[in-house]
């Protein structure tokens, strides 16, 4: 007989238990609790926190013991949450891999109790994506009708008075994404093949938008003026401090590694080793001040966490659960080598410049990785 697969945390948790990512108000459900019943605050109409519970949710707490989600500027926080409670709409602008998807889905969970309620944007997106469509079916046999109408997560949104997130916004073309315009400027939608009241749909309030763009797509689709006027930018940096990306890299890598019932022993050297070599090859310097050649990859810290995943994955089936700079070494190109060969050099380069020496003056893992510098392609 089959032997019953072991259960993770996510399998046995209450919250989300079955799902492969459950969303925030799930994952974070006990912290929103405990907040809202300390939370003695103003909220704006529509809220289901005040802005200074949101912010303790986000940053952390360590009277109500609220973890810190968000490694960075707690003052972009501030402002991000202040915009959202104003009349315009909130759009995260940044790097690939720095967090504006995971702010935006925090921020939704918290003010409005759910993050689920997004567009995805993509070339393919259509004003139907974004206002409404039909139930063709209905349509056909009983002509416009409410009942007919098959509402986006915008319509949803204004109706409930929640936010809805617009993610990757440039990457509609402009004049689909500038349906958005006069919805939020008016906070209403019309939809002129409907009677009577459910012709207008004005927004209630708690409705608002939160858009995150990527700073590399940009080009691709310049947002008209008359849209960016409706929202207040945000840039989201990539984190600089070490010690802090160091703590994230090691508890996502842990939890994701927990999550897949896959338990690996991760030493705080090897992923001091990691997020060193994300910073150094991101920023083009090393700590030695020697000058790097950055790879056209994003060198980012969701993509230090998928590194780390992967290398843990490896120590934990082919290598008794221990992981050492060799696995890292193993799914380190993966991440670099993308659509520019180029970038392989630039990562040997990196081998040659700053492991080798360190690895002669501290030894340690530098040591280790440098042997393991043959299993790069
Ligand atoms: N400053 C940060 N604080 C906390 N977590 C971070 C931070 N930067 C990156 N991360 C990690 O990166 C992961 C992925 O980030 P996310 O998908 O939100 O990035 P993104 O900016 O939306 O990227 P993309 O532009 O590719 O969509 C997060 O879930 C988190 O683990
Ligand atoms: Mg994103």
Same mark, same amino acid.
């Given at each position: 007989?089959?032997? /019953?697969?072991?259960?993770?945390?996510?399998?046995?948790?209450?919250?989300?238990?079955?799902?492969?990512?459950?969303?925030?108000?799930?994952?974070?459900e006990?912290?929103?609790?405990? @907040?809202?019943?300390?939370?003695?605050?103003?909220?704006?109409?529509?809220?289901?926190? !005040?802005?200074?519970?949101?912010?303790?949710? @986000?940053?952390? &707490?360590?009277?109500?013991?609220?973890?810190?989600?968000?490694?960075?500027?707690?003052?972009?926080?501030?402002?991000?949450?202040?915009?959202?409670?104003?009349?315009?709409?909130?759009?995260?602008?940044?790097?690939? %891999?720095? $967090?504006?998807?995971?702010?935006?889905?925090?921020?939704?969970?918290?003010i409005?109790?759910?993050?689920?309620?997004?567009?995805?944007?993509?070339?393919?997106?259509?004003?139907?994506?974004?206002?409404? &469509?039909?139930?063709?079916?209905?349509?056909?046999?009983?002509?416009?009708?409410?009942?007919?109408?098959?509402?986006?997560?915008l319509?949803?949104?204004?109706?409930? %008075?929640?936010?809805v997130?617009f993610?990757?916004?440039?990457?509609?073309?402009?004049?689909?994404?500038?349906?958005?315009?006069?919805?939020?400027?008016?906070?209403? +939608?019309?939809?002129?093949e409907?009677?009577?009241?459910?012709?207008?749909?004005?927004?209630?309030?708690?409705f608002?938008?939160? #858009?995150?763009?990527?700073?590399?797509?940009?080009?691709?689709?310049?947002?008209? !003026?008359?849209? /960016?006027?409706?929202?207040?930018?945000?840039?989201?940096?990539?984190?600089?401090?070490?010690?802090?990306?160091?703590?994230?890299?090691?508890?996502?890598?842990?939890?994701?590694?927990?999550?897949?019932?896959?338990?690996?022993?991760?030493?705080?050297?090897?992923?001091? @080793?990691?997020? !060193?070599?994300?910073?150094?090859?991101?920023?083009?310097?090393?700590?030695?001040?020697i000058?790097?050649?950055?790879?056209?990859?994003?060198? &980012?810290?969701?993509? $230090?966490?998928?590194? $780390? +995943?992967?290398?843990?994955?490896?120590?934990?089936?082919?290598?008794?659960?221990?992981?050492?700079?060799?696995?890292?070494?193993?799914?380190?190109?993966?991440?670099?080598?993308?659509?520019?060969?180029?970038?392989?050099?630039?990562?040997?380069?990196?081998?040659?410049?700053?492991?080798?020496?360190?690895?002669?003056?501290?030894? #340690?893992?530098?040591?280790?990785?440098?042997?393991?510098?043959?299993?790069?392609?």
């Amino acid at each position: 007989m089959a032997k /019953k697969p072991r259960e993770g945390p996510a399998g046995d948790a209450k919250a989300g238990g079955g799902m492969l990512k459950p969303p925030a108000e799930l994952v974070y459900e006990a912290e929103l609790k405990a @907040l809202g019943e300390a939370d003695r605050d103003p909220r704006p109409p529509g809220w289901k926190l !005040s802005p200074r519970a949101v912010r303790a949710f @986000l940053c952390g &707490s360590e009277t109500l013991s609220i973890r810190r989600k968000f490694f960075g500027d707690d003052t972009m926080i501030e402002r991000a949450i202040v915009s959202l409670s104003s009349n315009r709409g909130l759009m995260l602008v940044g790097e690939p %891999g720095t $967090a504006k998807s995971m702010i935006s889905e925090l921020l939704a969970a918290a003010i409005s109790g759910s993050s689920i309620n997004a567009i995805q944007g993509t070339a393919g997106t259509t004003e139907d994506h974004i206002k409404y &469509s039909w139930n063709y079916a209905l349509l056909l046999a009983e002509g416009p009708s409410p009942r007919a109408l098959v509402p986006s997560p915008l319509y949803v949104a204004m109706k409930e %008075g929640t936010l809805v997130r617009f993610e990757e916004i440039t990457r509609c073309p402009p004049e689909i994404q500038d349906t958005l315009v006069s919805i939020l400027s008016e906070k209403v +939608m019309i939809v002129p093949e409907l009677d009577g009241p459910d012709r207008v749909l004005h927004a209630r309030p708690g409705f608002n938008v939160i #858009g995150t763009a990527n700073t590399r797509d940009r080009g691709v689709n310049e947002m008209s !003026s008359a849209l /960016k006027r409706r929202f207040n930018f945000e840039t989201v940096h990539p984190i600089r401090d070490l010690k802090q990306e160091i703590e994230l890299v090691g508890r996502e890598c842990d939890r994701l590694l927990k999550e897949v019932s896959a338990p690996v022993t991760i030493t705080p050297q090897v992923v001091e @080793l990691l997020v !060193s070599v994300f910073q150094e090859l991101r920023e083009g310097v090393s700590r030695e001040g020697i000058q790097l050649e950055r790879p056209s990859t994003v060198m &980012s810290t969701a993509e $230090a966490v998928s590194v $780390a +995943m992967a290398a843990g994955l490896d120590a934990f089936y082919f290598d008794g659960g221990a992981l050492s700079p060799r696995h890292v070494v193993r799914h380190l190109a993966g991440a670099v080598l993308k659509d520019n060969p180029d970038d392989l050099k630039k990562l040997k380069h990196y081998f040659d410049v700053v492991v080798k020496p360190r690895s002669q003056k501290e030894g #340690g893992p530098w040591t280790e990785m440098l042997e393991a510098r043959k299993s790069l392609p």
